[in-house]
C-alpha cells in the first residue's frame, strides 16, 4: 500500500493505532453491552461491521476514508470479537477453561494463517482493492450467521453445568454450584468495582498494556522489516504465516500448560520470550532467520490471548467478567496504540529499526519479571462481590 498509494508507513501504521483509540473508547460499553444483553447480538452485529469496513477499503484512497474503514473493523477486533468469544467460553468451561481458550484461538491463528497468505496471492495477482473486498465478503460469509444461530450464553441457559454437566432440574442455575479450578463459587464472582480495588488486576492491566505495545509494534511493521531485509513479499508472508501457524498449536500448548503450572508463572515466560524475539529480529537477515523469529512471535501470540484472558476469569468469576475485560481491555488498546504509532515514527526519522527493538526488548524482559506479582486476590469485604 505504501508503494501503491505514496503513504509513509506512519500514515499505514496510524491507522492501527486510530483504531485501538476508538476501541479504548468504546472497550468498557461493549463490556457492559455483553453482560446486560449477550454475546450473540454484539458479535451479530460486529461481524456485519467488520465486513463492510473491509470490503469498503478496496476504495479508500485517501487517508482519511483509509483510517475511518480501517479504525472501524480495529474496533471489532480489538473489542467485541475476544472479549465475547472469550468470555463466552470462560462461562462454559471452568476445570477445562485452560484448553478451552486455547481452541479459541486456535482458530483465531488458523485464520490469520489462511488470510494473510490469501491477502498475500491476491495482492500479487490483481492488487489490494481486490485483497480488500475478498476480505471483506469473506468474513460476511462465513462469521454472521453462526454467531446467530449457534451461540449459547451459559450451559445454564440449555439446561448444562459447565464443562458439559447435564443436570436434569428445572432450574439449573440455581440447584447445583460448582468451584472453579481455585475453589471459587459462581456466586462468590467479583464485581468489576471490586476487581478494580485489587492489586491482581491493575498489574494485569499494565502488563497487557506493555506486551501488546510492543507485540502489535513489533508485528504491524515485520512484514516492511522483512521487506527491508532483502525477502520477496512472498517469502515475508510465508514467514508471517509460520508465525500464525506456530500460534494456531501454541494456543492448545498454552491452554495445557495453564492445567498445570501457576497462570503468572507462564505469562512471566510469554514475556520473557516477547523480549528475545524482539532483541533477535536485529539479527535477522535471511529467510531461515525470519523463520525462527516467526516461531518465537508465534508462540508469544498464543500465550498473550490465552493467558490472562483465563487469569481474568478464574480471578474475577464469571458474573461480570464481560464488564471486567471490557476496563481491562482498556489497558491492552493503549498499548496496541502507541506501539506500531511509535515504531513508524522512529523509523521515518532515522530508517531503521534498531532503536525499537532493543527498546520493546528491554520493556519485555522487565515486565516479564513483574507479572510474577500478579497473585491471586484475597476478598477483603462483601461489597466486592456480585
Known amino acids: 500500500m505504501s508503494e501503491e498509494l505514496g503513504w509513509s508507513r506512519t500514515v499505514i501504521s496510524g491507522a492501527v493505532s486510530a483504531g485501538a483509540l476508538a476501541a479504548l473508547v468504546l472497550s468498557p460499553a461493549i463490556g457492559w453491552a455483553i453482560d446486560r444483553y449477550g454475546t450473540r447480538p454484539v458479535m451479530v452485529v460486529s461481524m456485519v461491521v467488520l465486513g463492510v469496513s473491509m470490503t469498503s477499503l478496496a476504495w479508500a484512497t485517501e487517508p482519511l476514508t483509509f483510517y475511518l474503514a480501517y479504525g472501524t473493523a480495529r474496533v471489532v477486533f480489538h473489542t467485541s470479537a475476544p472479549i465475547g468469544a472469550s468470555t463466552v467460553v470462560s462461562r462454559w468451561f471452568i476445570k477445562k477453561r485452560g484448553r478451552a481458550i486455547g481452541v479459541i484461538f486456535l482458530f483465531g491463528a488458523i485464520g490469520g494463517l489462511v488470510f494473510t497468505m490469501q491477502a498475500a496471492l491476491i495482492i500479487d495477482h490483481f492488487g489490494t482493492k481486490v485483497a480488500w473486498s475478498t476480505l471483506g465478503l469473506l468474513v460476511l460469509g462465513v462469521s454472521v450467521l453462526p454467531s446467530l444461530l449457534l451461540v449459547a450464553e451459559r450451559p445454564e441457559d ?33 464485581s468489576l468495582r471490586g476487581a478494580m480495588g485489587t492489586k491482581a488486576f491493575w498489574v494485569l492491566f499494565f502488563m497487557g498494556m506493555a506486551m501488546f505495545c510492543v507485540n502489535t509494534g513489533t508485528n504491524v511493521h ?14 515475508a508472508a510465508v514467514a508471517i504465516s509460520f508465525s500464525w501457524f506456530v500460534s494456531a498449536f501454541g494456543s492448545i500448548v498454552w491452554g495445557w500448560v495453564l492445567e498445570k503450572v501457576e497462570a503468572r ?24 532467520g525470519a523463520f525462527v523469529a ?16 483465563l487469569m481474568y476469569a478464574d480471578y474475577f468469576g464469571r458474573n461480570s467478567l464481560g464488564k471486567i475485560r471490557g476496563i481491562s481491555e482498556t489497558g491492552v488498546l493503549i498499548g496496541q496504540s502507541t506501539g506500531p504509532l511509535f515504531a513508524g515514527l522512529v523509523f521515518d526519522l532515522n530508517g531503521s529499526y534498531s532503536f525499537v527493538f532493543m527498546l520493546f526488548g528491554g520493556i519485555a524482559i522487565t515486565c516479564g519479571l513483574i507479572v510474577l506479582t500478579a497473585t491471586r486476590p484475597v476478598r477483603r469485604h462483601p461489597m466486592y462481590l456480585n
Open 265 to 288: 508463572y507462564a505469562y512471566s515466560l510469554v514475556l520473557m520470550i516477547l523480549g528475545t524475539s524482539t532483541l533477535y529480529l536485529l539479527t535477522v537477515d535471511s529467510v531461515s
Open 222 to 235: 515485520i512484514g516492511a522489516y522483512y521487506r527491508d531485509q532483502g525477502l520477496t513479499l512472498t517469502l
Open 158 to 190: 440449555i439446561g448444562l453445568l459447565p464443562d458439559g454437566q447435564a443436570v436434569g432440574v428445572a432450574n439449573p442455575a440455581t440447584a447445583v454450584q460448582i468451584p472453579d479450578r481455585n475453589g471459587m463459587m459462581a456466586d462468590d464472582s467479583w
Open 294 to 309: 516467526a516461531a518465537l512471535i508465534g508462540s508469544v501470540s498464543a500465550g498473550s490471548q490465552v493467558i490472562p484472558t
